[in-house]
């Protein structure tokens, strides 16, 4: 029997009727005659909801205990979803990730897969049973309870297609699969019905939050194909695979929350602003050193300590740590090459003409990104769409 591996998110088992609803969904899959595994999110905004309250209990609360507490999320929609599917005559279990064999590193809050011993899992599907796995979650090899980063379950579910040897893995969310933008953005965004993983994964990394780009990575490195499809409205999708037809899509990408941290003095002060950012746990991304100093991002949505690590910084480098809040990034994706006319040019042009200036530009073979006020990165978002995947 094949087996399936399907993931929920977290707008997809929202309440007890969309649970009921999923419940149905993974039962017919059941009766095709497949072996099914389903990964779950955390009900609607319940991650966010959590964090809030740790945030009330504590500023700068500790990873580990972070942890805890948002696992906490998952655990609820998997038990749910396994009692729904059994009054409706079906067999099932649910299992927590450490249950599942989902074994990480030691990295709290954003830790990364290292290896799936799925035996329970394998024991349960040919008992018969439907498996339902609580996504984002996994067990350090300390045995401590860890999470995977926002939007881990897409990384659960690919890392469990790839340890039970299914081909694919199934992952249903509010939209039906991965557009030129985000539709609730961009409302003409044109729908890519295929995409390689390095278009993808470029993407990700850029903040678009439909698949998370370790998930990505994962799938890429164990040539998993993902099917991204809307829970209740089946129908199109996006196949993301090797050798995609599609492979030169055009994207934008808007990702909000990044704080640019920038320090002046020689390089050993960049770099002490940097150690003390990775012993929070925060990670800097786009760094930059020249020789008047340096600067780097941070995605606060990724970076829960971040507050601590701001403290400490000031306090270490006294007056010469600077902290701009409040910016975005717009980010164009691509093959550069194959654009027409010189991409950096076209940008500033396009955001000129919306009356956005960039706090800076950055450039690769695939990406071109700027800087700009969170406040605009809706408006550089649709200009940009505009300019340069409406009319290329
Ligand atoms: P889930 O909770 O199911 O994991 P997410 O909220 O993480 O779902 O991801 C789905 C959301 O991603 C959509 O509601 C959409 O607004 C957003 N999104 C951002 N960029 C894109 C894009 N390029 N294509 C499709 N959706 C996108
Ligand atoms: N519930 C987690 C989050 O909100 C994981 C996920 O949704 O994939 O980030
Ligand atoms: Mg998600």
Same mark, same amino acid.
């Given at each position: 029997m094949s087996i399936v591996v399907q993931k929920y998110g977290g707008s997809s088992v929202a309440d007890v009727n969309k649970i009921r609803q999923v419940a149905e969904r993974v039962m017919q899959t059941k009766r095709a005659g497949h072996d099914v595994v389903v990964v779950v999110s955390a009900m609607g905004k319940t991650t966010d909801g959590l964090l809030a309250l740790a945030r009330e209990v504590s500023p700068s609360p500790p990873r580990r205990e972070l942890d805890m507490l948002v696992s906490t999320g998952e655990r609820v929609s998997m038990a749910l979803l396994s009692m729904a599917i059994q009054k409706r005559g079906c067999d099932a279990i649910s299992?927590?990730?450490?249950?599942?064999?989902?074994?990480?590193?030691?990295?709290?809050?954003?830790?990364?897969?290292?290896?799936?011993?799925?035996?329970?899992?394998?024991?349960?599907?040919?008992?018969?049973?439907?498996?339902?796995v609580a996504g984002y979650q996994g067990m350090s090899y300390k045995r401590e309870i860890t999470t995977l980063g926002r939007g881990g379950s897409d990384t659960t579910a690919i890392a469990m297609a790839a340890a039970l040897g299914a081909e694919r893995a199934e992952i249903y969310s509010d939209v039906d699969g991965v557009y030129s933008a985000d539709?609730?953005? /961009?409302?003409?965004?044109?729908?890519?019905?295929? %995409?390689?993983?390095? =278009?993808?994964?470029?993407?990700?990394?850029a903040g678009a939050k439909v698949l998370n780009a370790a998930a990505v990575e994962f799938a890429k490195r164990a040539k998993i194909t993902i099917h991204a499809r809307a829970t209740f409205s089946p129908g199109r999708e996006t196949v993301v695979r090797e050798a995609a037809t599609n492979g030169a899509a055009r994207a934008v990408v808007g990702q909000r929350g990044l704080v640019r941290v920038s320090v002046q003095g020689d390089h050993a002060v960049l770099?002490?602003?940097?150690?003390?950012?990775?012993?929070?746990?925060?990670?800097?991304?786009?760094?930059?050193?020249?020789?008047?100093?340096?600067a780097f991002l941070v995605a606060t949505l990724h970076a829960p300590g971040f507050g601590a690590v701001r403290t400490e910084i000031e306090g270490a480098l006294a007056g010469?740590?600077?902290?701009?809040?409040? /910016?975005?990034?717009?980010?164009?994706?691509?093959? %550069?090459?194959?654009? =027409?006319r010189p991409i950096a040019r076209e940008l500033l042009r396009v955001l000129g003409d919306a009356s956005i200036v960039p706090h800076r530009m950055a450039t690769t073979a695939l990406r071109v990104s700027a800087l700009v006020d969170e406040a605009s990165v809706d408006r550089a978002v649709q200009a940009v769409h505009r300019a340069l995947v409406n009319d290329p």
């Open positions: 299992f927590t990730g450490s249950q599942s064999g989902i074994i990480t590193n030691d990295r709290h809050f954003d830790a990364r897969i290292i290896e799936v011993r799925p035996h329970r899992v394998e024991d349960e599907l040919a008992r018969g049973r439907v498996v339902i539709p609730r953005v /961009v409302p003409d965004a044109k729908h890519l019905p295929e %995409l390689s993983y390095e =278009a993808m994964q470029e993407m990700a990394e770099d002490r602003a940097l150690a003390i950012a990775e012993q929070g746990g925060v990670a800097a991304h786009d760094v930059e050193a020249d020789r008047t100093g340096g010469a740590a600077r902290f701009e809040d409040g /910016v975005a990034m717009v980010s164009f994706v691509g093959d %550069l090459r194959a654009h =027409a």
